[in-house]
């Protein structure tokens, strides 16, 4: 006779095994509803979004509360003032974001990200960001001021315009204009006018990342599943007093 049949595998009871089972699967079946409802609000979200973009003017938007990742359409005029963000690189490459004040027809004016560009060779000079001066009309994303975890002392930007600094805290933005908002406008892609190169990676969590994480935690529960059953089939014959006290 083979060993196999010597020894066939059958049920063995281990509290050990079934506590942890039991501790565990529910947990991680928790995880994976709850993610699913999270993709379901932000589903919800998204398409609240949109309809308020197409519906309100920029002025109920603000009146509304700017949150980031909400798609907003501004339409309006650049300013002359803009701010350079250091130390922005792009492919190894070192550059500036662009931030330049955007006066809509109605409304507050607002910052505008308008990208990423290279820095000159010279330290001494910033490039030309002079902003098309004719009317248009900007698709782009809410987002918070460009403003680093932790700051470390006051920051103080350079004199004249544009002006490079580390970072932009609301506070500095508004001590030159006061209307601002307390939120930017990025562009949403570099075919946008006034644009630089505005490949922004996605920042709002989507819902499609929620499946994905509903996927992983229904996945784990599967997983802890099988290895329960199959650690519980064990060969008669076989020295397992042990493993029951």
Excluded: C
């Excluded at 309100?56 to 949150?67: K, M, S, T, Y």
């Excluded at 990742?69 to 070192?94: F, H």
């Amino acid at each position: 006779m083979t060993e196999a049949k010597k020894n066939p595998r059958q049920w063995h009871f281990d509290w050990r095994m079934m506590v942890f089972a039991g501790a565990f699967l529910p947990l991680l079946v928790a995880l994976g509803i709850w993610q699913l409802n999270r993709a379901e609000e932000k589903q919800a979200l998204l398409g609240q979004w949109q309809q308020e973009a197409q519906n309100l003017e920029w002025p109920d938007l603000v009146a509304n509360g700017l949150e980031d990742g909400r798609p907003v359409t501004v339409t309006g005029l650049y300013g002359e003032r803009s701010w350079l963000l250091d130390n922005r690189t792009r492919d190894g490459i070192a550059g500036y974001e662009v931030l330049t004040a955007f006066y809509p027809i109605q409304g507050p004016p607002v910052l505008v990200n308008r990208g990423w560009v290279a820095a000159p060779r010279m330290r001494i000079e910033l490039p030309d960001v002079a902003p098309p001066t004719d009317l248009y009309s900007l698709t782009g994303r809410i987002y918070h001021y460009p403003v680093p975890p932790v700051l470390s002392g006051k920051v103080s930007p350079e004199e004249g315009w544009p002006k490079r600094v580390q970072a932009l805290p609301e506070s500095v933005a508004r001590a030159e204009i006061a209307e601002l908002p307390d939120a930017i406008i990025r562009l949403g892609d570099s075919d946008q006018p006034g644009a630089y190169r505005a490949d922004w990676e996605p920042d709002l969590m989507g819902p499609q990342t929620h499946y994905g994480y509903a996927a992983q935690w229904f996945a784990l529960a599967l997983v802890l599943s099988v290895l329960t059953v199959v650690a519980s089939y064990r060969k008669t014959g076989t020295n397992n007093d042990g493993d029951n006290g």
